[in-house]
């Protein structure tokens, strides 16, 4: 099961890669990372690894897929220690973009499928969405507290 959260970059890197991370996106041009209350740490949701997988490959599709997503706007990813990190505000736009992606289509007019992937569609349909939820949550909290969320799975 993966996790969603926000809370401070100390818990996934060290002071070195902090300190790698601010200087790659000083290069970017992002301003310096606000400063945060470690105190507004919580966590935002659980997702099951398969629906997460699914979802990150409709990020990826958007160049948004990271593991860390920052409460600063810049362009691009930067890698640092095994970890993608991205923008929040870049996120919220792609989750915005994916939105009527995840609803479910009238299929009156669609010919009969197999009930068995019709039934498989529509759970990872609604699992889907209720990632997307999280995600959208978490981005709009590390926008608020500006904290960094992370997708730990």
């Given at each position: 099961m993966a996790e969603i959260e926000i809370g401070p970059l100390t818990d996934r890197l060290s002071?070195?890669?902090i300190n790698e991370l601010r200087g790659a996106l000083e290069r970017l041009g992002a301003p310096a990372l606000p400063q945060s209350d470690e105190t507004h740490?919580?966590?935002v949701g659980d997702v099951d690894d398969e629906v997460l997988t699914e979802?990150?490959?409709?990020l990826e599709a958007h160049?948004?897929?990271c593991e860390v997503y920052l409460p600063v706007e810049f362009d691009g990813r930067v890698e640092v220690a095994d970890l993608r990190v991205g923008s929040a505000m870049q996120l919220l736009e792609v989750l915005d973009e994916i939105k009527d992606d995840l609803a479910l289509e009238d299929d009156e007019d669609e010919p009969e499928a197999d009930e068995e992937d019709d039934d498989y569609t529509a759970v990872l349909q609604?699992?889907?969405r209720e990632c997307w939820r999280a995600f959208y949550a978490g981005c709009n909290a590390t926008l608020e507290r500006h904290l960094p969320l992370h997708v730990k799975a």
């Open positions: 002071e070195d890669e740490a919580r966590p979802f990150f490959d409709r160049d948004a897929a609604s699992q889907l």
